[in-house]
């Protein structure tokens, strides 16, 4: 079993930034492809982005170029997010999954995190 503990959400203002930190514990394996999902209210969770053991990232249209995934090491996760928008309000998952390939479909992750709520006044 792998968990995933996520930190850094927050209210912030349009145009400003966070950082969201994705811990994970477990069983985990250095060719996990891991991402990150949003949720929000009544609409169903989006792929943000995710990035393969390799180090390739993908992104959505909707983040690419204010968003940027890193990690540290094989457990930790990043995403930093710039230019934030009152429509980036969501509750922010991480994922990982035993997988080569970075999907943006959430039934293809295995495991979840928690989420965190990221809050964009305008």
């Known amino acids: 079993q792998v968990q995933l503990a996520e930190s850094g959400g927050g209210l912030v203002q349009a145009g400003g930034s966070l950082r969201l930190s994705c811990v994970a514990s477990?069983?985990?394996?250095?060719?996990?492809?891991m991402g990150w999902f949003r949720q929000a209210p009544g609409k169903e969770r989006e792929f943000v982005g995710g990035m393969a053991w390799r180090g390739d990232t993908y992104y959505s249209t909707s983040v690419r170029d204010r968003f940027t995934i890193s990690k540290d090491n094989t457990k930790t996760m990043f995403l930093q997010m710039n230019k934030l928008k009152p429509e980036d309000t969501a509750v922010y998952y991480c994922v990982r999954s035993p997988s080569a390939i970075v999907y943006d479909a959430p039934e293809r992750y295995r495991y979840w995190g928690q989420g965190t709520q990221v809050t964009v006044s305008s």
């Open positions: 477990g069983r985990t394996s250095n060719r996990d492809s």
